[in-house]
């Protein structure tokens, strides 16, 4: 369908910023909606983040005012800020576009956040 891939990810301490980027190429047009997703260990995969084509935004409630989802649709990508990091956020996040038969993930990325 296309190829969604992250960078970013890596350990920060309790209270860092990461910056998480994705490049979307393929059959993943600047139009569609996208997001990002994290799974943590043992836990369901949940949706963190998205954006529409138009810059509209739709923020978890357990990272707002922490997370912020933006994106460059002449450079197909897009970006998730993550400040105030806590351990729980640790996850693997995904890359995400919103296609006809639902969600299309990435590779993800995985980030570390300690105590």
């Known amino acids: 369908q296309g190829r969604l891939v992250e960078s970013g990810g890596g350990l920060v301490q309790a209270g860092g910023s990461l910056g998480l980027s994705c490049a979307a190429s393929?059959?993943?047009?600047?139009?569609?909606?996208m997001g990002w997703y994290r799974q943590a260990p043992g836990a369901q995969r949940e949706l963190v983040a998205a954006?529409?084509?138009?810059?509209?935004?739709n923020i978890a409630n357990s990272v707002k005012g922490r997370f912020t989802i933006s994106r460059d649709n002449a450079k197909n990508t897009v970006f998730l800020q993550m400040n105030s990091l806590k351990p729980e956020d640790t996850a693997v996040y995904y890359c995400?576009?919103?296609?006809?038969?639902?969600?299309?993930w990435g590779q993800g990325t995985q980030v570390t956040v300690s105590s």
């Open positions: 995400a576009a919103m296609v006809p038969d639902g969600w299309y």
């Open positions: 954006i529409s084509a138009v810059g509209s935004t």
């Open positions: 393929g059959s993943i047009f600047s139009i569609n909606p």
